[in-house]
C-alpha cells in the first residue's frame, strides 16, 4: 500500500492560515509559525470583543438617555423607573435614537415617565 502524505490537506490548512494573516507586519505575515501564533491571538481577540461591544454600546446608550433627561429635568434612575411604572416597553437602544435624533418625541416619552411617578 503506497505511503501517504496528506499534502493537499496540509496545504490548505496552511493556506488558510496565510491568508487570515494578509496584511499583518513581517514574519507575522510571512512564516507559518509566526502567523499562526497571531492569527490564533486574533482570533481569541475576536471572540472576546464581540461580547466587549454588546457592553460598551449598552453604556453609550445609557449616557445618551442619561445626558437627554436632564434636559428635561430628570435623572436616569428615575426614568426608567418611570418608564417600568407606565408600562412603556422601549429598549435603551430606540431611547438613545429617539433621544438622539427626534428630542421632541423623547420629551413627550419623559413627562409619561413623570406622570407615572
Same mark, same amino acid.
Given at each position: 500500500?503506497? =505511503? ?6 496540509? @496545504?490548505a ?6 491568508? !487570515? *494573516?494578509?496584511?499583518y507586519? %513581517?514574519g ?21 470583543? =464581540? ?6 454600546? @449598552? ?7 442619561? !445626558? *437627554?433627561?436632564?434636559?428635561? %429635568? ?44
Amino acid at each position: 500500500m503506497p =505511503r501517504v502524505r496528506c499534502s493537499p490537506a496540509s @496545504r490548505a490548512r496552511r493556506k488558510k492560515i496565510m491568508k !487570515a *494573516a494578509k496584511g499583518y507586519v %513581517g514574519g507575522r505575515s510571512r512564516t507559518l509559525k509566526q502567523a499562526k501564533e497571531t492569527v490564533e491571538r486574533a482570533l481569541c481577540y475576536a471572540y472576546r470583543d =464581540r461580547k466587549v461591544r454588546k457592553r460598551e454600546f @449598552r453604556s453609550l446608550w445609557i449616557s445618551r438617555i442619561n !445626558a *437627554a433627561c436632564r434636559l428635561n %429635568g430628570l435623572t436616569y434612575n428615575r426614568f426608567i423607573e418611570g418608564l417600568r411604572k407606565s408600562g412603556l416597553d422601549l429598549d435603551r437602544k430606540i431611547l438613545a435614537e429617539l433621544a438622539v435624533s427626534d428630542p421632541g418625541v423623547f420629551t413627550g416619552i419623559v413627562r409619561k415617565a413623570e406622570q407615572a411617578l
